[in-house]
C-alpha cells in the first residue's frame, strides 16, 4: 500500500510476519461517528484477533483507532490492549504517506542531534548534523527516541505541516528516489518526486505489555 496512512503493528519493516505486521490488511469494525460539542468529527475503529491472526501471531488483543478532524489537523490515537493471559511484544505505528509538489524542495526540521539507522548501510547508525533535512537521493532512516514535534517544509506548495506524537518513540524518513521507485509494484516510476513519508511509532525497540494492560499513543498533523 503506497500511500494514505497504513496502520503497522505488531511489527515494522521485515520479520516473521508479513512486512509491517498484519494489521494494515484486516477488514476494522467501525464503532461509530460523532461531532463533539466542541466541533471536532471523530471516528472510531476496532481491531481484535481473529482466526487468520492467531494463525499469524498467537496473541489476543485489541486495537482502536480514533480519528479527530477539525479545522486545525487531524489526530490519530492508537491504543493497544493484551486481552489475553500471556505478555507479548509489540511495534506500532502510521506509515504516514506525504503528497508534496517537488521533493528537491522539501525538508524536514526537528531531527538534529538524534542518533539515526540508515537502513541502506547495513551495520550504519549515526548522529544527525543538520538542521534542515534535504533529500537527494533514496532515504530509509529511523530516528530513535525522536522529539515529540517535527516541521515538514513543502516549498512548492508553499506550506508547513507540523507532526506531533506522544506514546510513539521513534520517526522514519523515507523516499524510495529512482531505482527502488522502478523496482516496487504499484508505485509509479516518477512518484518519488511527489512525496515523502515521515512514520512515527515504536518501532526500534518495542513496547512490552502485560496481560490487561493498554498502551496509548497518538500523531496529530497540523498547518
Known amino acids: 500500500m503506497h500511500g494514505g496512512i497504513p496502520v503497522m503493528f505488531p511489527q515494522f519493516g521485515e520479520g516473521p510476519l508479513p512486512e509491517h505486521g498484519f494489521a494494515r490488511f ?27 491472526t492467531l494463525k499469524l501471531w498467537p496473541h489476543k488483543f485489541r486495537l482502536d483507532l480514533i480519528f479527530r478532524l477539525d479545522a486545525a489537523g487531524l489526530e490519530i490515537a492508537f491504543s493497544v490492549s493484551n486481552t489475553g493471559p500471556e505478555k507479548f511484544d509489540f511495534k506500532n505505528g502510521f506509515h504516514t504517506y506525504f503528497t508534496v509538489a517537488d521533493i528537491s524542495r522539501v525538508s524536514v526540521c526537528g531531527l538534529a542531534g538524534l542518533k539515526f539507522i540508515d537502513y541502506l548501510i547495513p551495520g550504519m547508525a549515526d548522529m544527525e548534523p543538520r538542521e534542515s533535512i534535504n533529500f537527494e537521493n533514496e532515504t530509509d532512516r529511523m530516528y530513535l527516541s525522536a522529539p515529540d514535534r517535527v516541521a515538514l517544509t513543502d516549498g512548492g506548495n ?23 521507485s522502478k523496482q516496487m509494484a504499484g508505485f509509479g516510476d516518477d512518484e518519488y518526486k511527489t512525496m515523502l513519508c515521515i512514520e512515527t511509532g515504536n518501532l526500534q525497540e518495542g513496547i512490552k505489555l502485560s496481560p490487561g494492560a493498554t498502551h496509548r499513543g497518538f500523531t496529530r498533523f497540523k498547518t
Open 26 to 52: 484486516q477488514e476494522w469494525k467501525p464503532l461509530g461517528v460523532r461531532l463533539t460539542p466542541d466541533g471536532i468529527a471523530e471516528a472510531k475503529l476496532e481491531l481484535r484477533e481473529n482466526e487468520q
Open 158 to 180: 508553499g506550506r508547513n505541516i507540523i507532526i506531533e506524537k506522544q506514546g510513539m518513540a521513534d520517526v522514519v524518513l523515507w523516499n524510495p528516489w529512482i531505482d527502488r
